[in-house]
């Protein structure tokens, strides 16, 4: 099984995701952290079983939150390239990589 890695930027789309729910209600951004780390296990048990966003990268949608995790599958990893809120433009993602 490949680990996953976060490119920095993508650590800190989960630390502010974080930080937007735990403020909003105490305990919810826990419960982010739980699902996405779901949404990680299933793509390092699993990574082929994921949908293509673009002819480069993969996506996971996080269950329970508007978010998606998006990847790419590398020989000995799976780099992590952001978590992604469903709501923002998708162009601004595309940008990115």
């Given at each position: ?29 826990r ?38 995790v ?28």
């Amino acid at each position: 099984m490949k680990r996953a890695v976060f490119r920095p930027v993508a650590k800190e789309e989960v630390d502010e995701a974080f930080g937007w729910y735990e403020a909003r209600e105490r305990g919810l951004g826990r419960r982010f952290l739980r699902a996405l780390d779901k949404t990680i296990s299933a793509i390092e048990t699993f990574p082929k079983m994921f949908q293509y966003v673009t002819s480069d990268f993969r996506q996971a949608l996080i269950k329970n939150f508007p978010y998606s995790v998006l990847y790419i599958e590398e020989e000995e990893r799976i780099v992590i390239l952001a978590v992604f809120h469903l709501s923002r433009d998708p162009v601004i993602r595309e940008e990115r990589f």
